[in-house]
């Protein structure tokens, strides 16, 4: 068998146990949403904003959040009052379903409404797993370039929601957004983009309100390298504008 072939039977089982996942969450009305991005994007930062924010509101939310080393993500997010578990990788630089299947059997609050994931920093490898999730969101901070998604269209392309991260620093960061923008169109046309800042709270309540309309059955955007069912962003190329 050769290594494509492995590839693909590794996420083709990997798929396999995200469906049945988000099956089970379904049945307990829950929504899994799959936070992706660049390492330093600010992903903690505005996540434990959104954590906060539904603590603020009664809304019983949770966070598993993925690292290679340190609990440092966990003790951060924690002091937003929301139940956080920390899932060390051990070195692989991505998530897969068995992860979080495990690490949900024992821990996850029976009347959690929304389960945000934080997956580890990286926009390649994570992008082809599927976590089981009903959303997924990939952020971008101000500072890492407009041409980010022409970088990584798989990231990109399969994301049902985009956030621009840090939008306070755009202006001295020399940020183009007009470019960006255009960027994320060519790979995903009509996909929703939200700025964002977490000094400010700026897109927090956007984020909120975002998940907890796909776990209340919102029909998702339907991003041209969907993340599930397996085989669609593989097969599917990036729309050209």
């Known amino acids: ?40 994007s600010g ?12 603590v603020e509101r009664g809304v019983p939310v949770a966070a598993l959040t993925a690292d290679l080393a ?34 949900l059997a024992d821990w996850l609050p029976a009347d959690t409404a929304v389960l945000f994931v934080e997956n ?46 840090k939008a306070d620093l755009a202006e001295a960061a020399g940020f183009d957004e007009a470019a960006f923008l255009a960027n994320v169109r060519r790979i995903n046309p009509g996909v929703e983009v939200v700025r964002s800042c977490a000094r400010t709270g700026a897109g927090v309540g956007t984020l909120l309100e975002r998940a907890l309309a796909a776990r209340d059955g919102a029909p998702p955007h339907r991003p041209p390298l969907a993340p599930h069912p397996h085989g669609h962003h593989h097969a599917a190329s990036a729309p050209v504008a």
């Open 43 to 54: 992903k903690t930062e505005l996540l434990g904003g959104v954590l906060a924010r539904a």
């Open 120 to 165: 580890v920093g990286n926009l390649v490898c994570p992008a082809s797993y599927d976590l089981g999730e009903t959303l997924r969101i990939v952020l971008m901070a101000v500072t890492e370039g407009e041409d980010k998604p022409l970088k990584y269209p798989t990231a990109f392309g399969s994301a049902h929601l985009v956030v621009v991260t």
């Open 70 to 103: 340190t609990e440092n993500d966990a003790v951060r997010l924690a002091r937003s009052g929301a139940p956080v578990r920390q899932l060390l990788t051990d070195g692989l630089c991505h998530l897969e379903a068995r992860q979080v299947q495990a690490h």
């Open 1 to 40: 068998m050769c290594r494509s072939d492995v590839r693909q039977a590794v996420l083709a089982k990997n798929d396999d146990l995200a469906a049945s996942l988000r099956a089970d969450l379904a049945r307990q009305g829950v929504a899994l949403v799959n936070l992706l991005s660049s390492p330093g």
